[in-house]
């Protein structure tokens, strides 16, 4: 009993000791910047030429998807007449009628099952990921901008002590590379501070357009942790956190990465 | 399905030098990758590029393994007469894909 009641006075504690759950307090050393500024000038002008971004393959074939009509389902413009402009700076975001925090894959694999009566995507298909890519597209040049109260506070929470927590053989947390050592070299690369505001994102060493979930398995195994499955509720909540990092900077989706 | 993506300008003077840009959704593997579980992934790419001005190929292009995916071409052609651009890709097993733009000459 003592034992517990300590455990909920340490508790009580670290809550006081952690900063409330607000956007735009999480920036690393007050100086947030995107992903696309730690990029060579060559791959930064491919992300610029909107021609030359291969991201925008994923982007037209999302525009097709958005107007198509399968099965005799109701198309996404059909209800979205006006499109989805500034939409995917809010996401992760609560879901009304479920209570459930979600991100815009989960969010367009929720609108074909509820709406549309069509069997959700798979993660990382070229179809989910080119509806995400045209939504995000949508929401270029716009500034993240997350809910992290209310229902969000606890999914917030628990993204952040992801972030926070050492793991893997190498015993690495999210912080200690993406806040602490962002700007120095590791291996060939420059260590970005770990926004995923261009996200999904062409990158060149996948070769293909890819989801910030992806993104952050590779993350996980580069650390020798073992990755979680794709949409597990932890990642969403981390997506949270990293998006509440990320307040401020513009969607560049589909950026390119390296 | 492949995604094309085309660039070619709707009009242009008689003589004139005209850049074209073609770029096309295509994984190029390969073939000296290896999957998670060590087997050999089949090397699977596109092997020609040609344009077709009016039906007269204008450039063609042999790919080799060492091309990135989805392979980006830019070119310039003489613009001599209005007429249509053919854009075609073929891979290492005979599968085409194509589109086309037309020029208006002026």
Not at chain 2, 64 to 74: S, V
Request: net charge negative.
């Amino acid at each position: 009993m003592i034992r517990l009641s300590l455990a909920l006075v340490f508790a009580a504690l670290l809550a006081a000791c952690s900063p409330a759950p607000t956007a735009g307090t999480d920036s690393p050393a007050g100086n947030v910047r995107s992903g696309y500024t730690f990029l060579t000038a060559e791959t930064q002008a491919m992300q610029d030429d909107s021609f030359a971004n291969p991201g925008f393959l994923w982007v037209d074939r999302g525009a097709a998807l958005f107007e198509a009509r399968l099965n005799h389902a109701p198309s996404c413009a059909s209800c979205h007449t006006t499109g989805l402009a500034g939409i995917a700076a809010t996401y992760p975001a609560i879901d009304e009628a479920s209570g459930d925090l979600l991100n815009l894959e989960g969010r367009i694999n929720q609108c074909r099952v509820r709406h549309q009566n069509l069997p959700a995507l798979d993660f990382e298909s070229d179809d989910l990921l080119a509806l995400t890519a045209f939504i995000a597209n949508q929401s270029a040049g716009m500034p993240v901008s997350v809910s992290t109260d209310g229902a969000a506070a606890p999914h917030y929470r628990n993204g952040r002590d992801y972030f926070f927590t050492r793991r893997g053989q190498f015993n690495l947390s999210c912080h200690q590379c993406h806040d602490k050592n962002a700007g120095k070299r590791l291996r060939g690369d420059t260590i970005s501070q770990g926004h995923g505001n261009g996200f999904p994102a062409y990158r060149l060493e996948w070769q293909t357009l890819g989801s910030l979930q992806r993104r952050i398995r590779d993350c996980d195994s580069g650390v020798r942790a073992e990755p979680k499955a794709f949409g597990d509720p932890t990642y969403i909540d981390l997506e949270l956190y990293l998006s509440s990092r990320a307040s401020g900077l513009d969607v560049e989706s589909p950026a390119i990465r390296r | 399905m492949a995604s094309i993506r085309l660039s070619v300008p709707k009009t242009a003077m008689k003589g004139e030098i005209i850049e074209l840009k073609a770029l096309i959704q295509h994984p190029m593997e390969s073939g000296y990758r290896r999957g998670s579980r060590g087997e050999q992934i089949p090397r699977n790419i596109i092997t020609r590029f040609e344009c077709l001005y009016d039906g007269e190929v204008v450039f063609s292009a042999d790919f080799h393994p060492a091309i990135a995916a989805d392979p980006f071409l830019t070119f310039y052609t003489r613009a001599v007469g209005s007429g249509t651009l053919a854009f075609r890709w073929t891979d290492q097993h005979g599968e085409m894909w194509s589109d086309s733009a037309t020029l208006t000459v002026t």
